[in-house]
């Protein structure tokens, strides 16, 4: 018995030591003196220490949250943003730290180059082959499930957002393309069903929505920057910001053909540390700024940069027991991404949920969000295959949905009144993070029941 | 003969290639169209694409230079640093891109980060056990190691700059206290000399000179500070900062001893990805601003964190299978930490080396750096140590003077007309930039030399 009673107690010793440590963080972290004193410019060229302070407690945030959800069996993506939300709820309660966790340059800066590291991941994950091996079901699947919620979207957002622009209806649309493959990859690993059939068609086309929902964004955001500057958007200019952006993806992969293995075969003769992970980084980042130069979203180069580098190019320094690339970018993204979900957590006002017609509108978008992805399952081409399944993996929008909405909420229109409105509001944004729950949460047991019924 | 022309043909069609591809990158840079957009808001949260473009650019710097000293036998930072100070002479030419990254914030704010993460690493590689096991010998040699450059180098501002504040004199001389145990560790390394007696004194004796050199750098940061609000510095105030520092360093340890270890067990419990490396990188952080919050520079709360952290914390995650810490670091210390010697390289400013009186002052001051450690070897205890290796063994500075002067960089003092005059000014950030790479140069060569001599 006594040892049985050892246990908990030396338990409640640590527990009792980690409260009281989390407890004087967070007195130090409210206490004015700490507050003036983070607030003083550092003795080192004026990094503020409340960066410092602000990117580890992100930090733990994230991973508590992550892990709590990790437990439930929910993706770790998800305990970020609720964590998030959780935290920015503390500004209701007046703690000055999150207005100026929000407001604060360097840590949104941190955030945006972990979403280009991640866009820069996933185009790592795709292929181009393997887009061209999956075939008509993927691109039909991929087409009809990125059509009917852009549409889908586009009408829920005139019916309950009357007062707004076309042009942010098309941008709420928009928002629900693109399914993140993340979530569903690591499901159909998780049941051990990664090598089916299903599991490519689903895979491929979700890379061919990424590419869509990516071409998307790039024409409505053209547009919507095109239609705040007071310029009228003739159908032309529309036709060319798609034709750049197809311009530029190609571009890309003619670079990625062309160029690349050189550059890569050149880096590989270099002797000194870290060579691969900085000419990869490096390799990212022009092709972001590339996309951002012809008016792109620089993610849309970070994906491309990702899509066209293959495994094959960091051959010889493999071969010399060198880590692979996307191994090499793990700790670096997971510093970094768990800062963008929690800063999008961040934004989301939970006053706005008291208004009962932004809850009706959440509802209604994420059960279109499901809705116009079932669309997918008629895409599919042949027998045998469990088209529910395919619809049911297309659900989850995750880190997609949410950047896109991000991007809302930094472009403006011009208003009825000739005032400038945010093309997404703290309202909109909610209902999108709402909506980019709910479709996360629903996917992994919804896709593991349809997996094991039979096709 | 055929294939022999072959390879030269191909090898200059990737010569061509890459040239082009440059020179492309060049103009764009250069050309006033692509200026202008990369200045334009980003459509992400306002993150530039200038800083894409930035941190691209400056890798790429960094690793060419590197690789170029890597293979003329030279440790890379060095590579970095010519390659920051090329970079910024730049600015000589009218090149406008120069002068927006060194005012940059966010790529500012990215080396800092670097540096803070590096300082960590160096914690990690040392540990307490080892510094009481070298004993006295290290000890000794590190305190006149200490002592000696750090009169040295404020007799020499002092006879050099007359005219500015005692405390700048001061200061200078804190800058040649911390030898750069990377250096030699690598040299002692690549000669299989690391298991002699030499490198174990050397290396303790390194890392406790940077705790004293830190320990310096507090109490002089913490007076100029003093001094520059105008307030008389006595020397109460300056036991009370030196006891400060030491009461920051003995909690760190306390806290390594009894909440770490709690800590890195309830993290290794958990399920989700990257929880070790933003743990590590919590602490670090928390540990970093804390020092900032108590008046030191938040490297020595990065430093302290990672003399705490060892790796029997980390026991858990390597039995499962996991990197280890230093290896997770890696890549993020390879992407961050080049940033802040590019930059530093970039503050040199090339027309201060015109005046003879400050090559005068750089060439005085490098010999004092190299004569001040050559005191070290008085401090060897027992015979058959080779005395003179220890001594130039000790030489490099590195990173910590660089880090030092980049600090003085950011400090002000009352001047004579009640100006605010810099402690660092870049006549004297040039005359460190000298000193470092000179000590630098002349340890590897020196120190094989004195390790082939018999005892």
Partial sequence: MKTRVARPRSRATKTLLLTTAAALAVVALLSPTASAASGDESPV?????????????????AKLGGELFVKLGQPAV????????????LSLFGVAWVEELRADAVVAALAEIGVIILLFEVGLESNLGEMKAVGWSSLLVATLGVVAPFFLGWGVAAYFLPDEPTLGHVFIGA?????????????????GKLQ????????????????????????????IRAAGEGGALALIDVALI???????????????????PHLFRGAARMQSRGVLVSSAVAFCFLLAWAAGAVGLAPIVGAFAAGLVLDEIHFEEFVVRGEQRVSELLAPVSALLVPIFFVLMGLKVDLRAFARVEILGFAAVLTFVAILGK???????????VKRLAVGLGMIPRGEVGLIFAGIGATLWLPGANGARVPVVDAATFGAVVIMVLVTTLVTPPALKWAMKEKG
Same sequence: chains 1, 2.
């Avoid at 990094?47 to 945030?61: E, G, N, R």
Wanted: aromatic residues 2%.
């Fill in 78 to 89: 998800l305990g970020e943003l609720v964590g998030g939300i959780l935290l920015g709820s």
């Fill in 175 to 191: 928002t629900l393309c693109a399914t993140s493959v993340g979530i569903t990859a690591r499901v159909l690993r998780d049941i």
């Fill in 374 to 384: 079932q669309v997918c399952s008629l895409g599919v081409v042949g027998r045998g």
């Fill in 196 to 223: 089916t059939r299903e599991a490519s068609i689903i895979l491929g086309a979700a890379v061919i929505d990424d590419v869509m929902g990516l071409l998307i964004l790039a024409v409505v955001a053209g547009a």
């Fill in 45 to 61: 060229h004026g990094l503020a220490p409340f960066v410092l302070l602000s990117i580890a407690l992100v930090l733990l945030v």
């Fill in 242 to 260: 798609a034709l750049k952006s197809i311009a530029f993806l190609v571009g890309a992969i003619l670079v990625g053909r062309y160029v690349v």
